[in-house]
């Protein structure tokens, strides 16, 4: 017997649709169904209409009746770091009395700040502390998210960042999508041997994460002071010579031509992009790699925010992702990010929408699966409170999800 679920007479159901990120005005073309039910057969989406034979079919504690409230598709966090050891709140209130990201990380603080805990941390001791995020980031809608190593940057504790990540998705329903960030800075045993460094990762890690299937994604923190452009394009082209698929760290905090590589090496994403230059929002536009943007990092950096309506007008395909990290972020709030999409950045709601969901998907390479609310797609569903999309935005920084679907299964209620 199928197994089902039946989500019916819904307000709105609101989705982006298709199998590839949508570019520039495609973006609020989202799709609006009133009054509509979802018919769910064995996690997948089977149909969707009014089909009265449905509540007769389908079992009745099988049934959520939806009537005013909207349903949309599973928000994607295509860009996180989850799993890490210890806490920066110092380094936070120093931000704010002046000093900046850099700074702090030029004297040791920072991404090597968290790497010493990290190295401290059992694996054990990283799943317990994860659960509890991933825990919340359902509550707020999450069904995939992404999540980068980065916090070893040596051998062992990449390779343990990312065994937890895969060991997490057996314990809890939230799909994690894997990235080895082992390029995430110069760990102190390598100061000044950035390319002893990238080489060491690219002999020794690597390898061993590839054979296991531990990441699908090979990121690098591109930035002045960090990993320059041309040793971020001969590191990338190595990994994806390996096998792997590529994701950047781009044009965060100086313009250094990061989103031009992305585009060039063709990665899934290229991600931040607060001080992208006008050429390199063109090769975006002219790429099939999306502009991932991070809000809520611009934020708490209190950083200028990436050029959201600048880039979807040239015809960049944007997604929004929450940058959840110990440092330059701590935060989830899906809401927050939504409020400062829309208000600070330019977008509309719909653009929104279709940024944390179908173009997320395709940040992280599962447009065909997952991000619509489509015939045959994994049945990923959020359903809100309210009877409207537009009630994201409006009920500013609250979260209004009222309950999480996950392949077909009720997660979170
Ligand atoms: O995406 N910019 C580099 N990496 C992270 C921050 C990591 C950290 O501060 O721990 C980011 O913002
Ligand atoms: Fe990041």
Known sequence: MAEQLLIKNA??????????????????????????????????????????????EVPVEQQIDATGKTVLPGFVDSHTHFVFGGYRADEFLWRMEGMTYMEIMERGGGINNTMKATRNASAE?????????????LAFGITTVEGKSGYGMDHDTEIRQLEVMKELEKRQPVEIVRTFLGAHSIPPEYKGRNQEFLQF???????????????????????????????????????????????????????LGGAELGAELGCHSADHLLHASDEGIKALANSNTV????????????????????MIDAGCAVALATDFNPGSGFTNSVPLM????????????????????????AAVGRADQIGSIEEGKQADIVILQYPSYKFLPYHTGVNIVETVIKKGKVVHQ
């Not at 039910?37 to 064995?42: G, K």
């Open 201 to 255: 990762l690219v002999d020794e890690v690597m390898p061993e994460v590839k054979q296991q299937e531990l990441a699908q994604f090979c990121d690098i923190f591109c930035e002045k002071g960090v990993f320059s452009i041309e040793e971020s394009r001969k590191f990338l082209q190595q990994a994806k010579d390996m096998g792997f698929d590529l994701k950047i760290h781009a044009d965060e905090i100086v313009t």
């Open 125 to 137: 001791e990283l799943i317990d502390h994860s659960l509890d995020i991933l825990h919340k980031m």
């Open 338 to 361: 939504i409020a400062l999409g829309v208000i600070y950045m330019g977008m509309t709601a719909e653009e929104a929408i279709t940024a944390l969901t179908l173009n997320g998907a």
């Open 11 to 56: 307000a709105q159901v609101v989705t982006p649709l298709g199998q590839t990120a949508l570019k520039g005005a495609a973006m609020k073309e989202v799709r609006i169904y009133e009054n509509t039910s979802i018919l769910i057969e064995d996690g997948r989406i089977k149909a969707i209409g009014n089909d009265s034979s449905w509540e007769t």
């Open 291 to 310: 502009a991932t943007l991070l809000p809520t990092t611009a934020f708490c950096l209190k950083e200028p925010f990436a050029p959201a309506r600048k």
